[in-house]
């Protein structure tokens, strides 16, 4: 499969979480401006996706529950979203 499938494909699972979660949702969408309509369209996004990424990578708790649910290796998100549009972009300094 190719990477940015691959990371496509984690992101999906993340998103799902996400949707799933009625605490942190509501988070998401406030600091999106995403609708509960956009999350559908914006699954297909591989730069939705990205952001999705990147709202989860904000939080170690959050990054923890999700890779926990979706029983993924923690440091999976971080690499779907470097394989994203934009992901290569992040510098930490």
């Known amino acids: 499969m190719h990477r940015q499938e ?3 494909t984690m992101a999906l699972r993340a998103l ?3 949707a ?3 605490e ?3 988070v998401f969408l406030g600091s999106t401006g995403a609708s509960l309509g956009d999350l559908a369209t914006g699954a297909r996004d591989p730069a939705f996706l990205g952001a999705v990424l990147d709202f989860i990578l904000m939080d170690d708790v959050w990054v923890v529950a999700c890779c926990e649910t979706i029983a993924v290796p923690f440091d999976s998100l971080i690499q779907a979203r470097a394989a994203l549009p934009g992901g290569a ?3 930490w300094t």
């Open 24 to 26: 942190l949702l509501p």
């Open 89 to 91: 972009e992040m510098h």
């Open 6 to 8: 691959t990371a496509e």
């Open 16 to 18: 799902s979480w996400l």
């Open 20 to 22: 799933g979660n009625e």
